[in-house]
């Protein structure tokens, strides 16, 4: 289950940045060894439960399909859910959560039964690409960071006896707040209290070619930096050569929060003498509600987030450290958990609600396969339950009025005259106008009496 971001990111501090006119050449910069990034970098999403009536799991097997994700992070190892991916072509991170890793690290027996159980029993019917061990630790739980590694290495041996070693990679997610001094990247370091840990762990993961995990939210870094940080920054807008951000060691330019991110991250390593690890975000994403101390959480905003987010990462953008290198990413996460507790965002961090309507639309058509819900003929605007006749009466009239929508098939005789209820007839309505407005927003409204659904109003 994933940790409060609220919690995670309180220690994080993002305090240099530098907007310059410069227009220089950036310096040469070394190159991560491609065989550690073979395939394509991808987006996928992360699957929380916190979730009122979640899906059973061969139905949500059916709406990753569906929606065309291709690779998911769950956050233990649900054998329903295990099972239902069994011969599909999703790939799946399985997690250790961090109550387990006392009995996983200090027992060699119990790595292998939890790897036999969780990992043997489903693959290669199942494609496990990772296991997640602990969720970052180092930072909310510190207690137990010594137990970190030896959980790793005991569930790394237990993959080597089983002979799945190259197929699956071990690693552990971090908050961002383990790295210090981020901006300008190139002074970045990871805080040296933790140097036991970090360490040797950096080492396993450049021996067994496996990704440093980071979960990495723009949103926080803006949230905690206002008037710093502009907001264009960290949504992945197009700048201006004045807008960008410049690392005054290295003259490169950064145009998105997130790139000086992860090179944060590169740059930490490298003081550590590790060039060879991939960094994995294993999280990020944007709320798409708040209250009233989280303005800039809005529909608006993580759509341009995400949707901007998956062009960058599909359109194989690099870092400025490392452009031949695009790090892979986890949106967090599928569903609003609108079982989480306080504050309103955390329950407001999906791309769907728990029943598969949209959160918001995101623009990605025409950037790859990844996700159908986007701009195209598969989201609709219908009437919404609950509201009297009088009310949609005079949203339908103002929609075949006014709104100049297409309201000749619902004409008596006409093929779509049935069902003959004014429901029935504003949905149609309220559809044909939205789609002749282009789907823009605030075009499937009506006074609060209309919602956006995958389900075609047209269809019987």
């Known amino acids: 289950m994933a940790i409060s971001k609220l919690t995670r990111t309180n220690t994080l501090l993002f305090f240099f940045f530098f907007f310059f006119f410069l227009f220089c050449t950036e310096l040469p910069t070394p190159s991560l060894a491609q065989e550690n990034q073979s395939d394509q970098p991808y987006v996928g999403v992360n699957v929380g439960t916190d979730v009122s009536n979640l899906l059973p799991p061969s139905q949500l097997v059916s709406f990753l399909q569906l929606q065309k994700i291709t690779h998911i992070r769950i956050y233990d190892a649900n054998p329903d859910i295990l099972k239902a991916l069994s011969r599909t072509k999703i790939r799946v991170i399985i997690s250790v959560p961090n109550n387990q890793l006392l009995a996983i690290g200090s027992s060699n027996t119990t790595a292998a039964s939890w790897i036999d159980r969780n990992v043997v029993s489903f693959y290669p019917d199942t494609l496990i690409t990772a296991i997640s061990v602990g969720d970052e630790v180092l930072t ?12 790793i290495q005991s569930l790394y041996s237990a993959l080597v006896a089983s002979n799945l070693h190259q197929h699956i990679k071990i690693s552990t997610p971090h908050a961002a707040s383990i790295i210090l001094d981020p901006f300008p990247p190139s002074q970045a370091f990871f805080n040296q209290s933790f140097s036991s840990v970090i360490v040797p762990l950096l080492q396993f993961l450049s021996r067994t070619g496996s990704p440093l995990m980071m ?13 710093v940080v502009p907001i264009d920054n960290a949504l992945f807008k197009p700048l201006t050569p004045s807008k960008e951000m410049v690392d005054p060691n290295t003259l490169l330019h950064y145009t998105n929060v997130l790139d000086a991110m992860v090179d944060a991250a590169y ?12 960094v994995l975000v294993t999280e990020t994403g944007w709320p798409s509600k708040g209250d009233s101390k989280e303005p800039y959480a809005t529909k608006d905003n993580a ?13 194989h953008g690099g870092t400025p450290l490392h452009p031949e290198t695009t790090s892979s990413v986890y949106i967090y996460e599928l569903f609003n958990e609108d079982l989480r507790s306080p504050p309103v965002s955390e329950a407001n961090w999906g ?9 918001y639309l995101l623009h990605v058509s025409g950037i790859g396969t990844f ?15 609950g509201f009297d006749t009088k ?3 005079a949203a339908l009239d103002w929609a075949c009025g006014p709104g100049r929508a297409n309201c000749s098939e619902i004409q008596p005789g006409e093929s779509c005259y049935q069902p003959n209820n004014v429901k029935s007839h504003a949905s149609y309505a309220f559809d044909s106008y939205f789609q002749k407005e282009g789907k823009a927003p605030g075009t499937c409204d009506f006074k609060g009496v209309a919602m956006i659904t995958t389900t075609d109003p047209t269809r019987k």
């Not at 909310?140 to 959980?151: E, G, K, N």
């Not at 759509?303 to 359109?315: A, W």
């Not at 701009?375 to 339950?385: K, L, S, W």
């Open 215 to 227: 979960n990495l939210y723009p949103y926080y870094v803006f949230m905690q930096n206002k008037g």
């Open 371 to 385: 996700m159908a819900n986007d701009t195209t003929n598969q989201t609709y605007c219908i009437a919404m339950d």
């Open 140 to 151: 909310t739980v510190p207690s137990s960071a010594p137990l970190i590694l030896p959980a």
């Open 303 to 315: 759509d341009t987030y995400n949707s901007n987010l998956i062009s960058h990462i599909l359109g």
């Open 267 to 278: 740059f930490s390593m490298k003081n550590l003498n590790i060039t060879d690890v991939v």
């Open 351 to 359: 791309l769907f609600y728990g029943n598969t309507t949209p959160a």
């Open 391 to 393: 009310t949609l009466q």
